[in-house]
């Protein structure tokens, strides 16, 4: 069974840095690509970043491109998501999801606010 | 960038109705439309793939269709379980984009 649990969200103050882990289990981590995806509080889902399977290529969406890295380490089958530069705006719960989007983690609220 | 224009943004409808939810791409792009049912408080669950195939697990009542740069869910005999928050995804070409959502709600 496919796995993907999030972690390392939580509150952080504007213009600090937070660093988002997913442990993936249930499938060969490396050969999939993989992405990150936000819901801010009642809104709509919003894809965030994506890499390949061995982290040659990676995706941003224009808000985040320069504060946000996407990168994984396939030996421990976990995806990161380091976010630097925080705004309030980027408050939502980031879900890790395989990069076919079928399959979703249960999500890790981040909090960005004085 | 991709728009993909989602309708209705919310619906209600009776126990055993047919309900169908479209997304309106604003390019081609192919058959690369997943749907996606979103509980509150879960994460979002496939539904249907490549615009018009069922995802593993998923009753036989939900199907997908595509009409051009038009996509389609339909639900036949609607149930309790199956009130929600609807979105698709078109996974063409970056930046991947989700549609705005349709809450569906038991009249």
């Known amino acids: 069974e496919v796995q993907l649990v999030e972690s390392g969200g939580g509150l952080v103050q504007p213009g600090r840095s937070m660093k988002l882990s997913c442990a993936a289990s249930g499938f060969t981590f490396s050969n999939y690509g993989m992405a990150w995806v936000r819901q801010a509080p009642t809104k709509g889902l919003e894809w965030v970043a994506t890499?390949?399977?061995?982290?040659?290529?990676?995706y941003y969406r224009d808000s985040v491109k320069g504060r946000f890295t996407i990168s994984r380490d396939n030996a421990k089958s976990t995806l990161y998501l380091q976010m630097n530069s925080l705004r309030s705006e980027d408050t939502a719960t980031y879900y890790c999801?395989?990069?076919?989007?079928?399959?979703w983690g249960q999500g890790t609220l981040v909090t960005v606010s004085s | 960038d991709i728009q993909m224009t989602q309708s209705p943004a919310s619906l209600s409808a009776s126990l055993e109705e047919i309900v169908t939810i479209t997304c309106q791409a604003s390019q081609d792009i192919g058959n690369y439309l997943s749907w996606y049912q979103q509980k509150p408080g879960k994460s979002p669950q496939l539904l249907i793939h490549?615009?018009?195939s069922l995802a593993d697990g998923v009753p036989s009542r939900f199907s997908g269709s595509r009409s051009g740069t038009q996509y389609s869910l339909k639900i036949n005999r609607l149930q309790v379980e199956d009130t929600g928050i609807y979105y698709c995804l078109q996974h063409y070409s970056a930046p991947w984009t989700f549609g705005g959502g349709t809450k569906l709600e038991l009249k």
């Open positions: 890499i390949s399977y061995d982290g040659s290529s990676t």
């Open positions: 490549s615009a018009t």
């Open positions: 999801t395989s990069a076919s989007f079928a399959y």
